[in-house]
């Protein structure tokens, strides 16, 4: 196995443990006592997903530079600001246990709720955009599935923006109508990482089937 299929292989298993983990993570971390232990519960798992994340640049970095250096550094700064925005969904459920009060562990997780959250959503967005418009014009994976992500970032970022802002609940029925095509378009370009690597390409060549 070459050192690119095997960056491929771990770089798709990241996406799938960060998503998983955020997943279990935003239902144990829904409204509720943040004393509880699925709060504290939920909180491990926006660390395990925090690692995932940022252990997904590194890894790609290599590769992406090939094409384009510039952006390739762009998806390691925008992913690494996403990270130092969740991390703080971890800090109001271990206040808790630490006995903090009840009133800043309210103001802590609060504050995250309205802008840690979001914000690292808009930096998930900016990410994902640069890592697509890279993978769409080296043709590293087919351009379909770059391209579906360039498409559904949008409705993406208008979510981070309208939770932000307030006219939108994180946990809303619309919420999930908005993220899921981007959430579904990871786990297709994890699922294609995993089984058939990046292509074989040279600067301005389209995919190529192996």
């Known amino acids: ?3 690119r299929k095997t960056s491929a292989r771990v770089v798709g298993a990241l996406f799938v443990t960060a998503t998983a983990a955020g997943v279990v993570s935003a239902v144990l971390l829904g409204p509720g006592d943040q004393a509880s232990t699925p709060a504290s519960a939920g909180a491990l798992m926006v660390l395990i997903m925090a690692v995932a994340i940022a252990m997904i640049p590194p890894v790609l970095f290599p590769i992406l530079k090939e094409h384009n250096e510039a952006l390739a550094l762009g998806y390691v700064v925008a992913r690494t600001l996403e990270v130092v925005l969740v991390l703080p ?3 109001g459920p ?3 246990l630490s006995g903090a009060p009840d009133d800043i562990v309210r103001i802590v997780t609060g504050t995250y709720d309205v802008w840690g959250h979001p914000g690292s959503m808009v930096f998930f967005c900016l990410g994902a955009a640069i890592l697509n418009v890279l993978l769409f014009r080296s043709g590293l994976v087919p351009r379909w599935i770059s391209g579906w992500a ?3 970032v949008l409705p993406y970022l208008a979510d981070a923006g309208l939770v932000m802002f307030g006219a939108l609940a994180p946990f809303s029925a619309i919420h999930s109508v908005l993220v899921i095509p981007l959430a579904l378009n990871e786990m297709v370009l994890a699922g294609w ?6 292509a074989v390409t040279t600067a301005g060549a389209g995919y190529k089937r192996r």
Do not use: Y
């Open 193 to 198: 990482l995993l089984t058939r690597g990046f």
């Open 1 to 3: 196995m070459t050192i």
């Open 150 to 152: 360039l498409i559904a």
């Open 89 to 91: 969904a971890t800090v």
């Open 94 to 96: 271990l206040m808790s």
